[in-house]
Each structure stands twice: as structure tokens, then as C-alpha cells.
């Protein structure tokens, strides 16, 4: 049985709490949360024994094996620092910070400390994601070419201003999508090998970028184009295209559910071929499946397509220089 620990009462750590629940190989021992109302309400809502009021004294309970950080993205390095110091496996929600610096800290806290991590980029562990690479792998699509993307939500009102806008709050997904597509058709190396213009439109109430668009130019020649925005909408796609033929998600590529997930296959001049990947689980069940996998086979990551860190950390340098990029265009 692994005992879990959340850091924040947000929604998504509402969304975990069910996960955990679900699951019989976990439990919900703890939650930690500054607002008293709040903590008590979610620890009432999800049969949470213990209820603590800042961070250190939740990681003090030796009860507890690994911590779950739902809490705003700029303080999620010094969460996981904390924690990695304790001695405790953790998962912290994505985005992993919203500096490089604060990234950096973060990855050398953990790999001082010896610890399990995975960043909360939940949709990395659903089945849909490895058949994504089974596909790539397979050479069906031929040689990769160009990859296109766009998440749109309206939640601009809903997200703490703190945690730096769409980029860190939605277009995390696609960035870490593109990083997958790009890895697996290319090689580890070929995501670092770019170069990128961004434009973006930033909000006049916190300064922080509510819509984005980049475009990248990897040096073997594959183009890509991703679009964020969490001023409108609930819109999303992806096609992944080469020289023989296009995928294309049919459902939410990072919101998979538990029953039918599609990715749809055409080779060029053919009729398209839906893939469909059927599971008992969606995506935040899965990410609590993998954590369990990894801490009981003594591992310190999850295996791909689950996110290491090193892949954290390379989505987190373009999500900045895609940040950087809108700042500077004006």
C-alpha cells in the first residue's frame, strides 16, 4: 500500500484524491493546506485523516511515502526541494517551475536526495500515448516532417496569476507532446537542436501571456507549430505529419479518459484507419498506476512515455524560450 501525501487543495488535487482513492494499491493519508476552511472541506470530501497547515510539518509524518504538489507553479521547485530533502518519492503537478533557474534547483535537489520523481504531465502515462509511439516507431507515417498543435481553454479566470500564464498552465501539453513526437521519431538528441520564433499577447491585468503561437525549425529539416491560449475555448489538435501519410488525435490527446481514446491513421490517398485505445482508466489513475509500478520495482523515474526528469527539464527550456520569445516580440 503507497501512502500519499497532497500538497494544495485545488481542484487538480481533487482530481488526484480521486485517483488515489481508486486505486487498491494507494491511499490518501494526508493534505496539507493554508486556508483552514478549504483544507477542511477537501480532507471531509476525501476522507483525509490527517490535515496539516504548511508543508514541513506534513513531510515530518513518517506515515507518508511519496507527496503529490498540486500547489501554483512558481512554488513548486521549492515544494520539491523540500520534499526531495525529506527522503519522499514525489510527483509534482506540471508545469515543473516557471524559471530555468527554479527547474535547475529543482533537478538538483532530487538527484542529491536519491528520491522517486515525476512532473504531473498525467497524460505521458495513459496507453494512448505508448501507442502514439508505437505508431512512430512503426515507420507507417515515413520519415517525420511537420507537427502541429493548439490547446485552448478558458480558465484565465480560474488559475492562480502567479503561475505564469497560458505557456506554464496549458501549453505544457503540446511543448511536452512535441518533445515526445520529436524523441521518438528522431532520437534523444534532436529536440535540443533548434531554432524558434514566438509571439504571443500579453494580458494587461498581470502581465502574463493569456495566448501564444511558436514556430520551430529543427535542424534535420522537421517543422513545428503550437498555439496556447487560456483566454477562450475548449478546443485542442494535433497532427503529426511525414512523408507517407498523417496522424491525427480524434480524441483529447491530454485529457484521456477511461473507455475509448482514438488516434487516426491516414497513409496518403488511403481511407483513414482509427486506432482505438480502450482502458478501465483515464489519465490521472494511470499516472497513480505508473508511480506505483516504478516505487515497487525500486525505480527512481518512470520509463518512457512517462516524463523523466531530463524531459522535464528540456520541456521547461523551450516553454522559457518560447515565453522569452513573445516577451521580446512585443
Same mark, same amino acid.
Given at each position: ?16 484524491? =480521486? ?5 487498491? %494499491?494507494?491511499?490518501? #493519508? ?10 477542511? @472541506?477537501?480532507?471531509?470530501?476525501? @476522507? ?9 510539518? /506534513? ?15 512558481? !512554488?513548486?521547485?521549492? @515544494? ?10 514525489? !510527483? ?31 497524460? /505521458? ?14 515507420? &507507417? ?15 484565465? =479566470?480560474? !488559475? ?23 524523441? $521518438? ?20 491585468? %498581470? ?6 503561437? !511558436?514556430?520551430?525549425?529543427? $535542424? ?5 507549430? *503550437? ?37 487516426? #491513421? ?6 483513414? =484507419? ?6 478501465? *482508466? ?14 515497487? %520495482?525500486?525505480?527512481?523515474? @518512470?520509463? &518512457?512515455?512517462?516524463? &523523466?526528469? $531530463? ?9 522559457? =524560450? ?9
Amino acid at each position: 500500500m503507497l501512502r500519499w501525501g497532497i500538497l494544495g487543495t485545488s481542484f487538480i488535487s481533487d482530481t488526484m484524491a =480521486e485517483a488515489i482513492a481508486s486505486s487498491e %494499491n494507494s491511499s490518501l #493519508v494526508a493534505v496539507m493546506g493554508r486556508d483552514p476552511g478549504r483544507l477542511e @472541506a477537501f480532507a471531509s470530501r476525501h @476522507a483525509v485523516a490527517k490535515r496539516y497547515g504548511d508543508i514541513d510539518t /506534513l513531510l515530518g509524518d513518517d506515515d507518508i511515502d511519496v507527496v503529490y504538489v498540486g500547489l501554483p507553479n512558481n !512554488v513548486h521547485h521549492s @515544494a520539491v526541494i523540500a520534499a526531495a530533502n525529506r527522503g519522499k518519492a514525489i !510527483v509534482s503537478e506540471k508545469s515543473l517551475t516557471v524559471t530555468m533557474a527554479d527547474a535547475q534547483s529543482l533537478a538538483d535537489a532530487v538527484l542529491a536526495s536519491g528520491v522517486f520523481f515525476m512532473e504531473g504531465l498525467m497524460y /505521458l502515462n495513459h496507453p494512448l500515448i505508448a501507442e502514439l509511439g508505437t505508431i512512430l516507431r512503426s515507420g &507507417r507515417l515515413g520519415q517525420l516532417r511537420s507537427v502541429n498543435g493548439l490547446y485552448a481553454a478558458d480558465i484565465a =479566470e480560474l !488559475v492562480n496569476p502567479a503561475g505564469g500564464g497560458t505557456l506554464f498552465n496549458l501549453g505544457c501539453y503540446p511543448a511536452s507532446l512535441l518533445h515526445y513526437v520529436i524523441q $521518438t521519431a528522431c532520437g534523444d538528441d534532436t529536440f535540443g537542436l533548434r531554432k524558434i520564433a514566438g509571439h504571443g499577447n500579453m494580458s494587461e491585468k %498581470n502581465g502574463n501571456i493569456g495566448a501564444a503561437a !511558436v514556430c520551430a525549425r529543427f $535542424t534535420n529539416g522537421v517543422l513545428a507549430t *503550437l498555439q496556447s491560449t487560456d483566454n477562450y475555448g475548449m478546443a485542442w489538435s494535433f497532427a503529426i505529419h511525414g512523408d507517407n501519410g498523417v496522424a491525427r488525435f480524434k480524441t483529447n490527446p491530454w485529457l484521456p479518459v477511461a473507455g475509448e481514446n482514438i488516434i487516426e #491513421v491516414e497513409i496518403y490517398g488511403k481511407a483513414p =484507419e482509427q486506432i482505438v485505445v480502450s482502458t478501465g *482508466l483515464d489519465a490521472f489513475q494511470h499516472q497513480v498506476l505508473t508511480t506505483e509500478l516504478a516505487l515497487g %520495482n525500486g525505480l527512481k523515474q @518512470a520509463p &518512457r512515455p512517462s516524463p &523523466r526528469l $531530463t524531459d522535464s527539464l528540456e520541456v521547461m527550456g523551450f516553454l522559457t =524560450e518560447w515565453d522569452a520569445c513573445c516577451r521580446a516580440a512585443g
